[in-house]
């Protein structure tokens, strides 16, 4: 009877000298070799550390510590992002940011040790890639190796024999592993075949996006630019620099980088739900613009919503916050308009309760005809409801209200100390008293006017603009960074799921004159589904050439009769 055999999966190293060339070469992975300390001098120890650097351990290690090195980079406040809260920092906590700054952990991302641990891994990976791919493109040069002497000491195999001419099983195995996809060749009495390049590719794809996300960040953090406008309906922005409200940028990046582009808030339109568990949760949010690319550019409509940006060449615009600015015309004892203008208000909850100051710095005489600077501590509720005079109810603008404090005196603006426009400082400032000696203070509802003792003048709140805040990007690189991420996707999966294995067939003439077919296979250790796919195989190649009986078999026993099909299992005899 002919006699199927399907060796346990036992463990064979690829380097196992009775399989020759057969198991080498399954994988582009450099070998491992001894770390010993070199005794061979400075050349010695240069090619120790060149092994060591390019070795997957190290590879990994390196991308664990500069994972490890983004952490406070994210806690810690950076002076690259927000100087403000660095500064603040440091006068809160003296000793501890003595020690982050001496630990370069307030600009992390341009440290020394964190530049170090990117240089480094990214020389790791090159030196990791390149042979890798040089000596991947010589194997797909090359042809599968032949089979070894003993196709019985591979983890799985089996043999049968057949009546077939043993130049026919050859040929007729290697019709069937062409069709399966193999890289399939005649290597003396046996065919050779190989399968599953891809996962090369895969990994070498993989390593490969690690540098190009590598690169693309790094430009994108040398050249990137963020800024932030707050504009007013029927206001105006050019991108130029003298126009941002506050403005980061990259090492490398230059003024000249700014896509030339202007655009105007022509509205901006809010709708909130109305009841319900979400009551004032945003519906609509978006802002109409009309913006021109370069000097001459013709005018073009667009809208703009959260997370839909205009984008203008390199330069993305998206719409980041909105709130309220109030028209107010501020007049002096005489009646004289001094101020006219909306004032932008900072939300302070979700319901857009807002504050801020109107501030008069020129043109105002009080009642003795003396120059001096105006102030109004400025609250605004969209949605007043009696009951709740502290904030608004609603975001919408549905039963608006001003409420305004006055000051006079001097705003300090002349000692050449920045300030805010959105804060008060009161050092040389008076607030107006009534005739009971309090403060001024009162609640406008619009076209209502505010008169201010002792016939210093009057503010008038004509009514309601809306006003959003743009935020304005170059990022680039972004580009390059997506691709690789999913070039790492793929070539990851790609990686981890096929499996490249080989497999021979041997079809010689025995000594009685009979064809003896062996098959076998060898991939890598997790090539879990190699005895099921040799099995299969086996199986469609059995029926092409029929095993033949032993000579001490009984043709009439039903019995003895050859199976056909050929199913693998560990340690199993058909």
Not at 230 to 244: A, K, M, P, R, W
Request: proline letters at 7%; hydrophobic letters at 40%.
């Amino acid at each position: 009877m002919s006699k199927t055999t399907v060796g346990e999966q036992t463990p064979a190293a690829p380097d196992d000298p009775d399989l020759g060339a057969a198991g080498s070469q399954l994988s582009t992975a450099p070998a491992e070799t001894l770390t010993g300390v070199p005794g061979i001098g400075l050349v010695g120890w240069a090619r120790w550390f060149w092994r060591q650097l390019t070795s997957m351990r190290v590879a990994l290690l390196l991308l664990l510590l500069l994972a490890l090195g983004a952490i406070p980079g994210s806690l810690i406040p950076q002076s690259g992002t927000d100087a403000t809260k660095v500064a603040a920092f440091q006068k809160d906590n003296p000793t501890l940011a003595s020690v982050y700054d001496t630990l370069g952990l307030f600009h992390v991302y341009s440290s020394v040790w964190f530049s170090a641990i990117y240089l480094l891994l990214f020389v790791s990976l090159i030196g990791c890639i390149v042979p890798r791919t040089w000596q991947f493109v010589g194997q797909l040069r090359g042809r599968p190796p032949g089979a070894p002497k003993r196709l019985t000491r591979l983890p799985a195999h089996t043999t049968w024999r057949t009546e077939a001419a043993p130049e026919q099983v050859r040929e007729a195995a290697l019709a069937l592993l062409k069709k399966r996809r193999f890289r399939a060749h005649l290597a003396g009495d046996a065919v050779a075949a190989e399968k599953g390049y891809l996962r090369e590719v895969g990994n070498l794809a993989f390593h490969i996006a690690l540098i190009v996300m590598l690169v693309a960040f790094a430009w994108g953090q040398l050249f990137k630019m963020e800024g932030n406008k707050l504009i007013v309906e029927g206001d105006g922005f050019s991108n130029t620099l003298t126009q941002y409200d506050d403005i980061k940028s990259g090492t490398l990046f230059s003024t000249d980088d700014l896509a030339p582009f202007s655009f105007t808030l022509d509205d901006f339109k809010g709708t909130y739900e109305v009841s319900g568990p979400n009551k004032g949760t945003p519906r609509t949010y978006q802002a109409s613009l009309t913006y021109s690319e370069g000097a001459y550019g013709k005018d073009r409509k667009t809208v703009v919503r959260v997370n839909h940006p205009l984008e203008i060449g390199d330069s993305k615009v998206y719409l980041t916050a909105h709130g309220y600015a109030p028209l107010v015309t501020v007049r002096d004892g005489k009646g004289k308009v001094v101020y006219r203008d909306a004032v932008p208000l900072l939300p302070l909850d979700s319901n857009v309760t807002s504050s801020g100051v109107i501030k008069v710095y020129d043109g105002y005489r009080n009642a003795k005809g003396v120059s001096e600077q105006l102030a109004f501590q400025a609250f605004f509720l969209p949605s007043y409801a009696k009951g709740n005079e502290l904030s608004s109810v609603f975001p919408a603008l549905l039963n608006p209200v001003l409420n305004l404090q006055p000051y006079h005196g001097d705003l300090g603006v002349d000692s050449g100390i920045p300030q805010s426009v959105y804060q008060l400082d009161k050092t040389h400032m008076k607030a107006f008293k009534d005739v009971k000696d309090l403060d001024v203070r009162e609640n406008l509802k619009p076209g209502e006017t505010m008169t201010l003792p002792g016939g210093a003048g009057s503010i008038t709140y004509e009514g309601t603009q809306e006003w959003a805040n743009f935020q304005i990007t170059q990022q680039p690189g972004s580009g390059w960074a997506l691709g690789g991420a999913m070039a790492a996707i793929f070539g990851l999966a790609a990686s981890l799921f096929i499996q490249r294995r080989r497999v021979w067939v041997r079809a010689v003439r025995g000594a009685d004159g009979v064809t003896v077919v062996e098959m076998a296979g060898l991939g890598r250790s997790e090539s879990a589904r190699l005895p099921e796919e040799l099995g299969d195989l086996a199986g469609i190649l059995y029926d092409q050439a029929p095993g033949a009986p032993d000579p001490d078999d009984d043709p009439d026993d039903p019995s003895k009769t050859p199976d056909p099909h050929v199913v693998p299992a560990e340690g199993a005899e058909k």
